[in-house]
């Protein structure tokens, strides 16, 4: 099944030039039945990359631009009513599908955040008396633009916890970006071919969640989590003053996920701390909460578990 990794990889690369990070990332969110938020400033083939995994899946794709004027039924869907026939009938909305691309979700306000939260932890919508589950996969990868800090609303940290992780996407290389240049000005773009079935696609969790993870290594990543709660006890005293919240249970339970898939996309089916340090970052970044003094002093999350990475002691 591992050779079923490259098959889509090399799928998504006829369109997607780089960016294998956030390839990665999205497979391992995909495959771990998790939720991914991407941050990165536009053009950096966010959409792109989303659509053409869907398509090498043989999932269905949609996409929602979220708006300061959105409404939670125009994600959702709503009962209609129909005069001719005196009733109402449902209007499905775009969150039913495979994979749900939430662009910009930053933009709109705190009612239709929480409507998406609801679908995203309970994988099923309620339209009028009607509850709807939701056909797996589903998979929401949410966008948000660092640039812009005018009329957008800033995610709680309960919605932030509902994704697996966040990623920081930078820009292409030079050569990448050339690249880009040439293929899109000369319309040189090879068609996307589903590589992966449903069935096959259920041996690929299933073939992850029996990757072997050592008992060490189990409290070794326990022991991170557990180090931005209690920094002093692992010799970071200079941290307890930037933590306001360590990171939640739910990071040691995507971690235990998480790494599984990471360990099988590297070709392995045993987990070593060196995989655990690959995806640290993108699984706790968003979820320790900083205090003011970091904040004024310019510390990032990121720092933060730099510091704990090398305070802790690898097995």
């Not at 591992?2 to 999205?26: H, N, Y």
């Not at 705190?110 to 589903?138: C, H, I, N, R, Y």
């Not at 640290?280 to 320790?288: D, P, S, T, V, W």
């Amino acid at each position: 099944m591992i050779s079923k990794i490259q098959e889509i990889k090399k799928e998504v690369a006829k369109v997607v030039v780089g960016q294998e990070k956030m390839i990665d990332s999205l497979l391992i969110a995909l495959l771990c039945e998790g939720h991914i938020l991407i941050e990165g400033v536009p053009g950096l083939a966010k959409t792109t990359t989303v659509n053409a995994l869907a398509k090498s899946l043989g999932l269905s794709f949609k996409r929602a631009q979220f708006t300061p004027d959105l409404l939670p039924s125009d994600i959702l869907g709503a009962e209609i009513y129909d005069p001719q026939n005196n009733s109402f009938k449902i209007k499905k909305g775009p969150i039913f599908t495979n994979l749900l691309l939430a662009d910009e979700i930053n933009r709109s306000p705190a009612k239709v955040q929480s409507a998406l939260l609801e679908v995203m932890q309970e994988k099923q919508v309620t339209l009028g008396d009607t509850t709807f589950k939701l056909e797996p996969p589903f998979f929401v990868m949410a966008t948000q633009n660092p640039v812009e800090q005018e009329g957008v609303y800033q995610l709680p940290e309960a919605q932030l916890d509902r994704f697996m992780l966040k990623l920081i996407v930078d820009y292409n290389t030079k050569t990448e970006e050339l690249e880009i240049a040439r293929r899109i000005s000369s319309g040189k773009f090879e068609e996307i071919h589903p590589v992966l079935t449903h069935e096959e696609l259920g041996e690929l969790k299933k073939a992850i969640k029996e990757v072997h993870v050592d008992s060490q290594v189990e409290e070794y990543m326990i022991e991170l989590v557990n180090a931005t709660r209690n920094p002093s006890e692992y010799g970071l005293e200079r941290l307890k003053n930037y933590i306001q919240f360590g990171a939640s249970p739910r990071v040691s339970i995507d971690m235990f996920k998480a790494v599984k898939a990471m360990a099988y996309l590297r070709g392995k089916d045993f987990v070593t701390p060196v995989d655990v340090a690959f995806i640290a970052k993108e699984l706790m970044r968003h979820r320790i909460v900083l205090t003011y003094e970091a904040e004024a002093e310019g510390i990032t999350t990121d720092e933060i578990i730099q510091a704990v990475l090398e305070a802790v002691q690898i097995p």
